[in-house]
């Protein structure tokens, strides 16, 4: 791969109770453990990072292929659920659902709009046999 971007991110702290900054600064937050695994929940946790950038990365495949093939993206959207969970071996793996709307795009062409996305995506490129990724088209 020749790079055409790469950005630069620091953890500091006790790691997810810690803070993380990128090198421009345009990051720089509290890091907290959910509730969930026992900790505050007042900061944010990698899981919602991740769910944040595969969604903006995740639409921004799927604008292009439909761009490519001429599909109206007006209102389209995607939306990211990250799961944590413990695995097998005692240790712990994550889990991606992603949902998109294409509301001006009749089903059959979103959900092959869809596949296209998920083949050009870096996260679903980086992701593709390592974790589960579900992906979904909603219905009007």
């Known amino acids: 791969m020749t790079p055409i971007y790469t ?3 620091l ?7 810690g803070h ?3 090198s421009d600064g345009k990051i720089d937050l509290d890091l907290d453990m959910p509730k969930e695994l026992g900790g505050s929940g007042v900061g944010t946790n990698p899981e919602q990072l991740f769910a944040a950038g595969y969604a903006a990365c995740f639409h921004s495949a ?6 490519q093939a001429g599909a109206d993206v007006t209102d389209s959207s995607v939306g990211a659920r990250v799961s944590l ?8 793996e994550l889990a991606v659902e992603l949902e998109v709307i294409l509301p001006a ?4 062409e979103a ?13 679903s490129n980086a992701t593709r046999g390592n ?4 992906l979904s088209v909603a219905e009007d």
């Open 7 to 9: 950005a630069e991110a």
């Open 85 to 92: 969970g413990s695995n097998d071996s005692g240790g712990f």
């Open 20 to 22: 993380a900054r990128t």
């Open 111 to 123: 959900r092959q709009l869809v596949d296209k996305a998920h083949e050009v995506c870096p996260y």
């Open 62 to 67: 799927l604008r292009l292929v439909a761009g």
């Open 131 to 134: 974790i589960e990724v579900s």
């Open 11 to 17: 953890a500091t702290g006790d790691g997810r109770n």
């Open 105 to 108: 795009v009749s089903a059959p």
